[in-house]
């Protein structure tokens, strides 16, 4: 199978951003023993945070995830705290990789990390792999399964997982429009007043409490595994870096965040699958998310600001550090606009008190 292109495939490691093999190799022989021949290092290339490697020992493949260069290793970059929830899901969910060791010691590559197993598969990044269909009718498949999947995680029985720990439920969705708030003004960089508008929009308007579920926090087409074979089964979910028990519309309005629409502004428009002929607009999600899960959307308008903000906040982070010199990846000198483009998304609804045709 690996030698069909339309699989993700890694690339070679971005300068700056190696891992020390030979340490590396010493350490997983101990933990692994079982491992043939000395291992190929690759890259994936997709992403703005956590770091991930292909690492080839013979036949055997396995991912590597370490906290990006420059980051503060704690929160979003627990490797550990990710590790963790991977191992409870497996016992529990079948869309996941298996976690295999984990390693919170610097001095073998220089941040912690974990290995798990490779989930080889299409991942949809900014564009469908040519070679494979994309007609209306795939795409809409394709998107009604990234939406049942979507009411699955949300439905998964945390407890019998062991992850009953993992948040704090309570009070969650304030402390998530804090927190962004303090962590967007830890980063700003460029006077954007759309963002300052919003911030303060989410704290006066605070939704009812909702029932907490485990939620992804970062569930898109660029986290999901398909099957090469039919691209309207979904094998994998990927990175759960930020997830945790809270509101699960928290969840669905970062996941319309990413669901860009024809007319949105183009440096959101990197997203531009999400409007491919087939692709429910992001009223139609709701309601398919509405009517499979059984709970109250009444106040999307709120979550969706909130996604907007959210990942205008991690964009603005990420930007900080470029600006800053703890990373050199150029793809991060722009993302400026980026972070300028969701506060004018954010605002337009808003304004328009809608979530979708904001620009038409």
């Known amino acids: 199978m690996h030698d069909q292109p339309f699989l993700d495939q890694p690339t070679t490691v971005r300068p700056g951003e190696e891992l020390p093999a030979k340490r590396l190799e010493a350490y997983l022989r101990t933990h692994l023993p079982e491992l043939p021949g000395p291992p190929a290092i690759e890259q994936f290339p997709g992403g703005f945070s956590n770091l991930t490697y292909l ?13 990006p260069f420059g ?11 990710e590790f963790r929830i991977l191992s409870g ?22 941040a912690p990390f974990y290995v798990m197993e490779r989930v080889t598969g299409v991942i949809i990044r900014n564009r469908v792999p040519p070679q494979l269909d994309q007609s209306p009718d795939v795409m809409r498949r394709l998107c009604l399964a990234l939406i049942d999947t979507f009411v699955e995680l949300h439905a998964i029985d945390y407890v019998a997982a062991g992850l009953g720990d993992i948040g704090k439920p309570a009070g969650y969705v304030a402390r998530q429009v804090g927190g962004w708030t303090t962590r967007y003004a830890n980063a700003r960089t460029n006077d954007i007043p759309e963002i300052e508008q919003v911030a303060a929009w989410l704290a006066a308007h605070p939704p009812p409490a909702s029932e907490a579920t485990l939620i992804h926090n970062d569930y898109k087409y660029d986290n999901v595994v398909l099957d090469p074979h039919d691209l309207s089964y979904i094998v994998a979910v990927l990175d759960w870096e930020m997830a945790t028990l809270g509101d699960p519309l928290t969840d669905l309005g970062t996941t319309l965040a990413y669901w860009m629409e024809e ?11 999400t409007s491919l002929p087939g692709n429910l607009d992001r009223r139609q999600w709701v309601t398919r998310y509405a009517e499979h899960s059984r709970r109250d959307v009444s106040n999307i308008l709120f979550y969706f600001v909130y996604g907007l903000f959210k990942n205008a906040v991690i964009v603005q982070q990420i ?42």
């Open 263 to 273: 007319g949105d502004p183009a440096p959101l428009r990197q997203f531009g699958v």
């Open 55 to 67: 690492l080839r020992f013979g036949d055997r493949e396995l991912v590597l995830r370490r906290p």
């Open 71 to 81: 980051a503060n290793i704690r929160g979003g970059h627990d490797m550990g705290r």
């Open 319 to 360: 930007y900080a550090r470029y600006r800053k010199g703890a990373t050199q990846d150029q793809r991060f000198a722009d993302l400026i606009h980026m972070v300028q483009a969701y506060g004018q998304l954010a605002a337009r609804a808003i304004e328009r008190g809608r979530i979708d045709g904001l620009f038409s």
């Open 89 to 110: 899901l497996i016992t529990t969910y079948a869309k996941v990789p298996r976690p295999l060791l984990a390693c919170d010691d610097p001095e073998v590559i220089g």
